[in-house]
C-alpha cells in the first residue's frame, strides 16, 4: 500500500507541476511566434478546459467506485490466501469461491 500511495504521490506532483509548465509556456511561445494563433488559443483553450472539468468531474466518481472495489477483491484475496489452512481444515473452498467470485463480480 505504501508504494502504491508513494507512486502515486510521484505521479500527481509531476503532473501538477509539470502541466501547468508546459500550458504557460507553450502560451508564450505561440504568442511570440504566432500571434495570429494566439487569438485561436484564446477561444479554443477554454473550451477545452470546461470539457476537460466536466469529463474529470464525471470520472471521478466511477473511478472512486472501480478503486473500492478492487480494494474489496483484494481484501478477500489476502484473507483466502493467509487463511488457507483454516479453510482447508474446515472444508470451505466452495464458500470463500463462492464468496470471492461475489466480491470479483461487483468489480466487473
Do not use: W
Amino acid at each position: 500500500d505504501i508504494t502504491s500511495i508513494q507512486s502515486a504521490m510521484t505521479m500527481t506532483l509531476r503532473v501538477l507541476v509539470r502541466g501547468p509548465l508546459l500550458f504557460i509556456g507553450s502560451i508564450i511561445i505561440v504568442f511570440v511566434t504566432a500571434r495570429e494563433l494566439f487569438s485561436i488559443l484564446l477561444v479554443v483553450v477554454p473550451v477545452l478546459l470546461l470539457a476537460i472539468i466536466l469529463i474529470a468531474s464525471k470520472a471521478s466518481g466511477t473511478f472512486k467506485k472501480v478503486q473500492e472495489a478492487l480494494d474489496k477483491v483484494n481484501t478477500k484475496l489476502q484473507e483466502n490466501l493467509s487463511g488457507v489452512r483454516v479453510i482447508k481444515a474446515y472444508v470451505r473452498q466452495k464458500y470463500e469461491i463462492a464468496q470471492f467470485g461475489s466480491v470479483n463480480t461487483n468489480l466487473t
